[in-house]
């Protein structure tokens, strides 16, 4: 059974750094896309930072310049270094990828259960 599980959230200062990590465990044949999402109270679960195996990273205008995604295979693990943090960037974030379990089965999308972090003025 795969699982995703964030850790790294936590409280910080405004114009703190914080890293995120996601561990993939479970029948994992390749991990293909993977993702950071955020939910702040009351919005909607927004795309931070994703990167396809192999391929470009793309992120959300508002971290640009200040998140990392990056990722260890060889770890199944999924990494976001977080500078300059502000206090809107206050959510849960969340884990995803797209997991093949079997050398013949097709991809698909795990999420992990979140991590809050909280950046204060």
């Known amino acids: 059974q795969v699982q995703l599980v964030e850790s790294g959230g936590g409280l910080v200062q405004a114009g703190g750094s914080l890293r995120l990590s996601c561990a993939a465990s479970?029948?994992?044949?390749?991990?293909?896309?993977v993702g950071w999402y955020r939910q702040a109270p009351g919005k909607q679960r927004e795309l931070v930072a994703g990167?396809?195996?192999?391929?470009?990273?793309n992120y959300a205008e508002s971290v640009k310049g200040r998140f990392t995604i990056s990722r260890d295979n060889a770890k199944n693990m999924v990494y976001l270094q977080m500078n300059s943090l502000k206090p809107e960037d206050t959510a849960v974030y969340y884990c995803?990828?797209?997991?093949?379990?079997?050398?013949?089965?097709?991809?698909?999308?795990?999420w992990g259960k979140g991590t809050l972090v909280k950046v204060s003025s």
């Open positions: 995803n990828a797209e997991i093949v379990e079997g050398p013949w089965d097709h991809g698909m999308i795990y």
């Open positions: 479970g029948s994992i044949t390749s991990i293909n896309a």
């Open positions: 990167m396809i195996s192999g391929g470009p990273t």
